[in-house]
């Protein structure tokens, strides 16, 4: 007797349809929701501060065994980016990336260590010779800083100003990373221009820079460990597309 077999093949004609269970609708519909949310605070809209010449400032002071020094420089680099609702809630409140409910703005700052000059009188040159030298300036042209936390640390006044955070990020000193926490103020400017402004101590050896002890015209001088930085920076909402 012959069997007949049959043909469980789908009818090509007639697919056959998937059926979509609740649990699927609701994970379809998270997932749309949270894409656009994420377009939303990182996609095209997204507000980007630039460093503007001119009112930028950073200074590194330090002691040594004759008598303290300070280093200058007035150009630091960079950006700023973070949602549109910065510009608009001058109290930030409904800033999510400042209450660690999105990812922290975009911050990334760098100093030209050429630019940092000794603000000594006597043994100027020689002084910023041996500091590019300790900094290992040629094979690390740069202080580079990249943020990684910011969140709000009071209560914003209604007109803006000052807005302090904490902020945590990656500094880079001489080829050696590390992770800082700093408090930095902020400050809203005319012209959308803001104004960052903080001090941090930091010691030499943490980035593997030993204290450089010069030979100067007035002998040797030995320059302790810890050295202080201060900064002012100025960034002016970019108009570029």
Not at 33 to 51: I, P
Not at 66 to 84: L, M, Q, R
Not at 203 to 222: C, E, N, S, V
Request: hydrophobic share 35%.
């Amino acid at each position: 007797m012959t069997r007949t077999t049959r043909n469980l093949d789908p009818n090509p004609h007639f697919p056959v349809r998937t059926r979509t269970t609740p649990t699927t609708k609701l994970k379809l519909w998270l997932a749309f929701a949270l894409t656009v949310w994420v377009c939303d605070l990182f996609g095209a809209e997204t507000l980007r501060y630039v460093a503007k010449p001119g009112g930028a400032k950073v200074t590194i002071e330090g002691t040594s065994t004759v008598h303290d020094w300070i280093t200058e420089g007035k150009i630091i680099g960079g950006s700023f980016e973070v949602e549109p609702s910065f510009r608009t809630d001058l109290t930030l409140k409904s800033v999510q990336s400042l209450h660690g409910k999105a990812p922290p703005p975009n911050v990334e700052v760098f100093i030209p260590v050429t630019s940092l000059k000794s603000t000594v009188l006597a043994g100027r040159e020689k002084m910023d010779e041996v500091m590019r030298e300790a900094m290992r300036a040629t094979e690390n042209p740069r202080i580079t800083y990249k943020l990684t936390s910011m969140t709000l640390k009071d209560p914003v006044p209604e007109s803006g100003s000052p807005a302090k955070f904490n902020t945590k990020g990656q500094l880079q000193v001489a080829g050696v990373t590390n992770t800082i926490e700093m408090e930095v103020t902020m400050e809203r400017l005319e012209g959308d221009r803001l104004k960052f402004s903080g001090t941090k101590a930091l010691k030499m050896t943490d980035f593997k820079i030993a204290p450089p002890a010069p030979r100067l015209a007035m002998g040797f001088i030995k320059t302790g460990d810890e050295v202080t930085i201060r900064f002012e920076w100025i960034v002016g909402l970019s108009t570029a597309p």
